[in-house]
């Protein structure tokens, strides 16, 4: 069974830092397009940021380009995302997702995605 499980979330004050994480288990996501939304209540699924397979090229969201950091550690099945200077106004529940192998996907469109983990609050206090 392929489960996708998200870390890290919590409370920080705005200008802080939170390190999510996504577990994966089941399969190997070596070869996945694997990637962060969220959602703000009230809102769309956003994308946020996505790394592909075979060197990890990097994808970010306007929003959070030169803040947000995303890598993965295949060998451990898990994929990162550093969040530092967080506003406000990026708080939302951070969902992780991840595409079949060798996929070729649109990285910003949730449809594309396969996988998705259960979430994880992040709360940004001003």
């Known amino acids: 069974q392929v489960q996708l499980v998200e870390s890290g979330g919590g409370l920080v004050q705005a200008g802080g830092s939170l390190r999510l994480s996504c577990a994966a288990s089941?399969?190997?996501?070596?070869?996945?397009?694997m990637g962060w939304f969220r959602q703000a209540p009230g809102k769309e699924r956003e994308f946020v940021a996505a790394?592909?397979?075979?060197?990890?090229?990097?994808f970010y969201a306007d929003s959070v380009k030169g803040r947000v950091t995303i890598s993965r550690d295949d060998a451990k099945n898990t994929m990162y995302l550093q969040m530092n200077s967080l506003k406000p106004e990026d708080t939302a529940v951070y969902c992780c997702?991840?595409?079949?192998?060798?996929?070729?996907?649109?990285?910003?469109?949730?449809?594309?995605?396969?996988?998705w983990g259960q979430g994880t609050q992040v709360t940004v206090s001003s």
């Open positions: 997702a991840a595409s079949r192998p060798y996929k070729p996907i649109s990285y910003y469109q949730p449809r594309m995605y396969d996988y």
């Open positions: 089941g399969r190997t996501f070596s070869n996945s397009v």
């Open positions: 790394i592909s397979w075979s060197g990890g090229t990097p």
